[in-house]
């Protein structure tokens, strides 16, 4: 089980590699070539599947991305009726859904209270369905993957590595927003007050200006909220005071980066998107937009940010390293499409359909006939067993391409180099969640290490400007053919 200190360890090195001040020293270490197979060089972006949850009831289905070719029987567990998808935990293979109450159908015919929703756990592995929770009101999946459930009384529920918790102390409020932080806490935004609680130590309250949009960290270590004339950035634990960056129009909607390193603000009159630098708390170059945006979302990556455009049913994708509108598509916007999943493919609905787009061109790629009506997950879990074959075959003209893009690539960045392969991939895991395009590259020989690397970059100046970034030495790393 991992530590409290790695993860705050890991989590601070991918908040620390992607801030923008103080970089490192450019590295004066020479180009390390070495032999590395195809599946150990592949694509910055992992490949990525569509769970399709049947809204009505029965049995997930699984897509292959960015072709929507379905791959039958992966999942074999019978659900009830959905009402949402809380989110999936891939390393522990386990769909959290909030689910029709069993009682439902009674006291809605009989018009008794409005029903209450079970939180549910399929386990993709064994099939198992499991109550983790009813009459739930809330609940939300952290990023160490408990999952957490909040009924009308405020009482709390936890699961963790299958260890389900029940919290001595409930919520001095049922949560109109609330979001799972590390450390197994979690933050409740009820304005007037910030709600920061955790099984093993009473709730503390802070006060919480009001807004129009609240938005926490992937580890929900700061909070912004959307107030009058700018932002207010809070410490959920108190350590800091809050700070106020001041925005020339008031915001509207509101969203961290995946590393929690920038802001990307909308703003209520004028078009386009401000953006805030976390750390030195100020607004910095923002992103042009036709009209004003009612609502925004990012890539898991950050490379991508799709916004909801104040009137009409579209969706604008915005190429964020360049800052370029690639374009608009038709869309409705639900909780949970639009997304942009692992692999860089852009779901939206359009009419009965789900429909998949490479976000780099907005080019159709594939579609789901009558998805619409249902829920989705994007993800970058792979089934186990004999399934893999299928995916590894749709996968290799990506990477083959991946590998041989750029007169100089594919370069890597180096962040460590380690003989215990256990820990190499779970600092590479940990650095993909935090955002970055981390992954490990198996050794050539016995002599060499497992390295950690990002990438890849299809050339060196990009490789060292990614290195320059990460505030610690690192390493330029090319394969040999």
Known sequence: MRTRASHLLLASLALVGCRSKAPAAPSSQPVV?????????????????????PAKGGIPRVYRLPGMAEVPAVVRGTLPPVVRVIGLDAEAEFLYVMAVGKDTAAKKAKKATPPRHDVLGL??????????ATGVEQAALGPDGTVYAVDAKGRVVSVARRVRVAWPQPLPVVPQQLFAAADQRLIVADPPSLVTAAADQPATSRPLPSGSDVAAT??????GVAADSGVVLMDPLGRREPAFVQLSDHPRALVFSPSGHRIYVARRTEPGLATIDRYDREEIDGIALPLPAAAIRLDPLGRFLIAKPAAGDSVWVVDLPVKRLVGSVPSAWRGDLPAIA????????QGDDVVAYRADSLIEAGRAKGGAADLWVLTSWRPRGGYRGAFADADAPAAQSADTAGPEGPMYVQVSTSQNEAWSSEMAQQL???GLAARVLEPANPDDGYRVVLGPYPTRAQAEAIGRKLGRPFWIYQPTP
Request: net charge positive; charged share 25%.
């Open 123 to 132: 386990d993709l592995g064994s099939a198992r369905v499991d109550t983790v």
């Open 432 to 434: 993909t969640r935090a």
């Open 33 to 53: 070539t070495q032999s590395v197979s195809k599946a150990a060089a592949g694509a910055a972006r992992t490949g990525g599947v569509a769970i399709r949850i």
């Open 342 to 349: 692992p692999d860089g493919a852009l779901l939206v609905r």
């Open 218 to 223: 992937r580890w929900g270590d700061l909070v």
